[in-house]
């Protein structure tokens, strides 16, 4: 490579200038990351940490933060998606389908947490594979509706099939054993929101990584040139496919810990509107990184937990939150947070 | 003469009944650069697009090395080592120049590579190389979109540069860019070319460009071949100058 460059006389005079420049350019541009790597981490430990202390301060909002960091994953999921452009509003389906895989499996006799988190996601994951591979031929509109309509069959299968879903009334997921200990509730609601918040920084750095990856930059690809990728050799149906599924995956997680700490699952989690509401959250937090995602999911149920004691219009003031955060903060909370540099990551 | 690399054998394709190919045979021989030159709207783009797999015939056959490729996709013809720029720079606008190309870059990379950072220090070097090439090092962490339409055909040639391909197929690769730059780019890419061994094929209206460049010139129109042979032979067609150059 570097004796093509010095063959051609004629480049090196077009490009001196830059060349000289080159060496200590891309010290800065190191130094320039690592710099805003070294405060994302920061300004990320902090949160994480106060998040872990407000349920010592605020006993009551261990539960919510629990279900704010489980509709997080979730919108993490629809976040991955809507990276190529696509909007699903059917992610509440893998969002009920880990429920109620946990239910189920936990009526089978498996009754560890670790185990039923893993198999329940892996039923979120499985189908995602099975939607995604004729959903992800589809684009726009088309894309978003289909996902909803789907997830609108998987609803009605929930709410229809009784002998095995518990009909409207729902399934029972009873406390499980964590590495073989029985806790009482309380305590369990207290592992189970450490565990979340674990989770979140594990997986969120994990799907950092594969945002970062040439899987997550194909992804983004996809929403401005379809062609040139596959000029490029690299499979569009693949790129798709496969974030589909690892948003179905989160979304699943996400379903999983909410089934927990609700200890109950129902229709209403795979309803229409519950899909709505996680495409909400990932546009409020914003799409730029992972974190906007939980920033958005945070922000939300502090703000319908704080709503809902002050009026019955909470969803007003959902609303007008939404259209300030579109018109004022295009690239949602998470662009408050995170330098112009960061959220081309 | 040296062994064929592409060849397209009788080929038939017309649209609403405008014949872009009409029986035509070509073959590209490995090393040289094959210019086609032609009146607008006389088929050009649309042979690249056939040997690209991004359109078929209605008849007729590509064959790649000797092996069929007439059905396989774009994406199956890449991975053969055919690349392509386009007439209008086909670029992944919202990201950065850079990473446009260690996504090339990374494409050609295994499996494993896939779920490692697209940004290592060995292809931003690489990819830095590259952009230098063609005049845009500069430009590096510029968001792709916002390069004038010049700088993103420079891009866009770069880009099919990085899938290290055998083949490069370009479509007017000096359109857009400035009087001023159009040589040395010419210059920079024929040398990149001959260094790396790449055999190009490259449709081009600068009739002093192919002059210059070319080892080998096809003069299309309506869906025929009307001319072959050197610049010089075929420049000196009196039917070539009349209907193609545009001086009797």
Redesign the interface.
Known sequence: ?????D??G??G???G???Q??GLG?HR?AEASELVYARSAIVVAAAVVTLAALPIAAPWLQFVLTLAIAKGFAALGVAVLLRAGLISIGHAMFFAASAYGVAVLARAGINDLGLLLVLSVLVAALVGAIAGSFLIRYRAIFFAMLNLAVSMVFYALCAKLYGVTGGTDGMPVPIPAVFGVVFTEPTFKNVLFYLSLALMVLVGLGVQ??L???????L??V???E??L??????VWAVLLIAYVISAALAGLGGAISGFAIGRVVPDFAFWTASGHLVLIAVLGGIGGVPGAFIGAVFLELLHSAAVTVTDAWNLMVGMTLIIVIMFMPQGFYGLFARKEAL?L | MTRVILEARNLHVAFSGVKAADGVSIAIHDGEFLAIIGPNGSGKTTLLNICTGYIRPRSGSVLLDGHDITRLSPRAIARRGVARAFQIPQLFSAQRVIDNMMLALAATDGLWSAVRPLETAKRREEAKELLDLVGLAGDADRISSTLPEGHRKLLDIAVALALKPRLLLLDEPTSGVSALERFPLMDALMNALRQRRITALFVEHDMDVVARYASRVLVWNAGNIMAEGRPDEVFSNAEVRERVVGVA
């Open positions: 490579m570097r004796e093509a460059d063959g051609g004629v480049e005079g077009v490009n200038a830059e060349a420049d080159l891309t541009e990584r594969y970062n990856s040439p899987l997550g930059h194909a983004s690809a929403h401005t040139n062609i040139r596959e000029y490029l050799g690299i499979p081309n």
